[in-house]
């Protein structure tokens, strides 16, 4: 390949002929990630960004796109599916910006899709586009590259019949109805919603050999990015984590070798911090505190688990996790699941949390425990009515030695606990003064958890079931101070367990004060 042209192709933009200048395009839309000694090793994307594209740099001047060390990095690395954690404002969403727009106008028939966290950063995105757009040559924009549409959220380029489109996941619409050859997921770690839903229908539109790239700064070691993150290689994406020193402009006063502690001396050792950066780590502790590790991230494991608040403790469910094994037996369609069938003699207790039946709903759960040692026994989780619930409860219970059956009332547990009594008429109904079934309040509700925590902390063996604590690791407490699952996930393994912990817990008590 003769490489003085690709630097001819667009040093001579553009031409007196459209003609022209739309093979031009082409014949570099092609050669995107030509890697050329001309260019010093760069790819003719990074070149070609440098040529045509602007960006507003960190103090508010308009420079050309020119790729920094994370945008290198990811550059050496990148593949058609990525995943990338980063720091917050290392320029990886422009730079990916910047690519999948030179892919858009060099490539006819391309439709890209960037879907922003929410309407005011897909706002924002869509004037880092706006402005590649007004950088190109004025006399590409009045030819090959001129406009139909250029809105809030859209620019057309009829002549090639491609399309840039930025979009909010919060629409849950985004994405349907299209075919699509590049797709940028931004933040995705703060998608509100069914992000899991969402992500599957914009994965449902891009094409085969189109290009992927889903990023965020962490959010906590739940949710759908994290579990993205996690299962990274079985989905075929490419991880690319990028700490905040790759940013050359994150650099404070510098602080002398002689006052790091240890913790600076192992990052200097394993990460070549500078005495500058080692200045700006303490200024970032000092104005963050606790969010220091999630918006400014140093390590692809402890940014997830610094960052979001889960109840729980992290570090024994992921030990756990990594212990249990399948249930000796699955009944119902995986839906009830049993490690340990009823043994004669021994005593069981059943907490039940309701729910109102409909698919897209909170599910149903079941959870069977050991009286004695608090050992999780069995688990039914699914979307079924209160009158199933109740026999299935009935069933399950009776199987396990009459186990003492303590169904949350709220809401639809008065409809489970009437079929209990008037169809099922089991006979060991959990009462609380007098009246079946186990109220949730706003007091009630932290003993509950509290117990299931302390649980958790000192002896995480005694559950089995990886639902339930795929559920505690996404049991989060929210900004307004309350607790529950995060969003588009589900709490209802948690509340069942919690419940029949508490009332263990009550029972022990009781015992303990008759002798």
Known sequence: MDNDFIVLQAETFPSTSERTDRERLCWLGERLDFRSPVLNGDTVAMWLGSVLLRVRDRKGAVVPLEANTAQQAYEQRRGKRNIILKARQMGISTWIAGRFFLKTITRPGTLTVEVAHNREAAEQIFRIVHRFYESLPEGLRSGILRASRVNTGQILF????????????????????MTIQNLHCSEVARWKGDAAGTMASLRAALVPDGELVLESTPNGAYGHFYEEWQGAKERGLVRHFFPWWMEPAYAGSAVQESEWTAEESALVQRDGL??????FRRQ???????MAAQEYAEDPKACFLASGSCVFDLECIAKRAREVHEPLEKRFNGQLWIWYPPQPGRSYIAGVDPAGGGTDGDYASIQIIEQRSGMQCAEFR???DPQELARQSAELATQFNQALLVVERNNHGLAVLAYLTTVEHYPAIYEQRGQAGWLTTSVSRPAMLAQLGAAMANGSEIFSSSRLLAECRTFVRQSDGRTGAAAGVHDDCVMAMSIALQVRAEMAERSRVER
């Open 284 to 290: 970032l502790q000092s104005n963050f505190r606790e």
């Open 274 to 279: 500078l005495p500058e950066q080692i200045g």
């Open 158 to 177: 009829p002549e090639l019949d491609s399309e840039y489109r930025v979009e909010s996941a919060a629409d849950g619409n985004a994405g349907r109805g």
């Open 382 to 384: 699914g979307h079924i």
